[in-house]
């Protein structure tokens, strides 16, 4: 049986939503983008992204988070030899660089340097709300922003660079801007809550909605760590069998972050009266 | 970044870290990534039909990831010095780890302190050199990782060699000398060399961390033929 087949059937008896979470300055992120597509098609064929459908409980989800950025690996000094922490950082540091440089060739990705800093606020709003309105169109839109910031420089920041990225996917400047200055201003301080740090979300990665957390791992990760991630990016199979209920009952960690979030990143008089977007 | 072609990315030292072994894989018994990564290990090799030789490689985890030990209740953690970061790392490692054991009946419970491995992995070296790794690490890793088995304890130690079929007779006497002394300079050698962590795998003229990188290292000792692969656990595959 192939792996999308098992996936595909996998799902068609679960009652999960796979949720994959991503941060587009994150190369592991980056690395695991072509694996999560292909898993998301082969639950819907047609490529589409049904994100909690009423007509069919198995389905995918796609969250923007803002996580740690990578450092670079120290340079030894001239002065005293450092200390073995620094030297384990270093070498775990140069480890990351090289596993990111020959998996990136593995997919045929480009990747001049994982050590990226700045903010993704503009890509993410449109991410929030294509998420909202047209999540059949999510995937190719992620896939556009991580290639366009990867190998082309895209300002992730910049609404003047994701608006004509939107148009360019036919969608409307009319419609978005309202949406992105209300409700995208909400949802989009959800995408920038640092990862980790009691909300259970310690790297951009794989969620199962109901039972547990699958991270990114790097480097086995990260896995997660940033390594972690490492995602999970290495538990694809396994999130397969999860879904099949092979895997025993966790915690909802989702429901743990979205309380976090509700009630420690957002004081109430920035967001009156207004609902998380969702579709 | 690194600018280096592909094939020149690993620095000389892992190979000659590697020596003559196909395929050089460092094991520390208080790491649990290290205990659900045998199996597949194994398994590869046996495919391949290759040996293994396995290391010891013993953690400084305070190092990188604070210290923290649990009270006599085993549950509440009674001192530490790790950063809510850290202790998120640890809790995740620890999650990670026993979804997959739990898949092969594998029991990972959380340690009650960050242990000295050392011992362990002296012990690791006696077995080795009498022949029989793998039987040891069979009757070790279980039961240390159901807290029945009590490391720092040369005598307990002993006995798990003694269950392992391994002739124990002079081993006190070497671990304290000449086994301390091997084991401290295998590990010094491998840490300087840019090993970090465990399982960590030497393999032609590269190192990996991480038994998700096991099809790498298969097509690696294949030849390199055909495409590389992308990671994966490779118990999962279809």
């Known amino acids: 049986m192939s792996a999308s087949t098992e996936a595909r059937e996998a799902l068609e008896q679960s009652d999960e939503t796979l949720v994959f979470i991503l941060d587009v300055r994150d190369p592991f992120s980056y690395l695991a983008l072509g694996p999560a597509i292909e898993l998301s098609s082969s639950i819907s064929p047609s490529g589409r992204s049904p994100i909690a459908s009423s007509t069919s409980a198995a389905s995918v989800d796609w969250l923007p988070i803002r996580k740690h950025t990578l450092l ?75 290639n366009a910031y990867w190998a082309e420089g895209l300002d992730p920041e910049s609404g003047d660079e994701i608006l004509p990225m939107l148009e360019r996917l036919g969608f409307h400047r009319a419609e978005f801007e309202p949406w992105a200055s209300t409700q995208g201003r909400y949802g989009n301080a959800l995408a920038r809550i640092p990862a980790g740090e009691g909300r259970h979300i310690s790297g951009a990665g794989l969620l199962g909605r109901r039972r547990g957390l699958l991270r990114p791992a790097a480097s086995a990760h990260d896995p997660l760590d940033s390594r972690r991630a490492k995602w999970n990016r290495t538990d694809l199979a396994r999130t397969t069998r999860r879904l099949r209920g092979k895997a025993t009952i966790q915690p909802d960690p989702e429901a743990t972050r979205r309380a976090a979030f509700e009630r420690d990143s957002l004081p109430a008089a920035r967001c009156p009266n207004e609902e998380m977007p969702r579709p | 970044m690194q600018t280096e072609p592909l094939d020149q990315m690993f620095p000389p030292q892992f190979e000659r870290l590697r020596g003559d072994a196909r395929l050089a894989v460092y ?14 290990t194994r398994q590869m090799a046996a495919e391949l039909g290759i040996e293994v030789d396995w290391r010891p490689f013993t953690l400084d985890i305070p190092s990188y990831l604070g210290k923290a030990k649990l009270a006599n209740d085993g549950k509440t953690v009674a001192s530490t010095n790790r950063s809510p970061k850290q202790w998120s790392g640890v809790k995740y490692a620890y999650r990670d780890a026993r979804r997959y054991a739990s898949l092969t009946g594998k029991t990972i419970r959380g340690t009650v302190k960050i242990w000295d491995s050392s011992l362990a992995g002296i012990a690791m ?51 304290r000398g000449e086994g301390r002394q091997l084991h401290d300079q295998t590990n010094e050698e491998a840490f300087a060399a840019g090993v970090y962590g465990v399982p960590a795998y030497l393999v032609d003229n590269e190192m990996w961390f991480g038994r998700e990188h096991l099809p790498r290292i298969e097509w690696i000792l294949k030849g390199r033929d055909g495409d590389a692969p992308n990671v994966a656990n490779r118990s999962f595959r279809s």
């Open chain 2, 125 to 175: 070296l006696w077995a080795k050199a009498k022949g029989v790794f793998d039987p040891f690490i069979d009757e070790a890793y279980p039961p240390f990782w159901r807290r029945e088995l009590d490391i720092d304890d040369l005598g307990v130690l002993t006995e798990a060699l003694k269950r392992a079929g391994i002739e124990t007779g002079g081993f006190s006497k070497w671990a």
């Open chain 1, 72 to 146: 670079p690996p120290s340079t030894p000094g001239p002065g005293p030899e450092d200390d073995r922490s620094i030297q384990h950082r270093r070498s775990r540091a140069q480890m990351i660089a090289r596993e990111i440089t020959i998996y990136a060739d593995v997919q045929g990705l480009t990747i001049d340097s994982p050590y990226r800093d700045g903010h993704a606020d503009a890509a993410y709003t449109a991410w929030l709300w294509i998420r909202a309105t047209a999540p059949d169109q999510l995937p190719a839109f992620i896939k556009a922003v991580f």
């Open chain 2, 27 to 40: 094991l520390d018994l208080k790491s649990p990534y290290a205990y659900i990564a045998i199996d597949p």
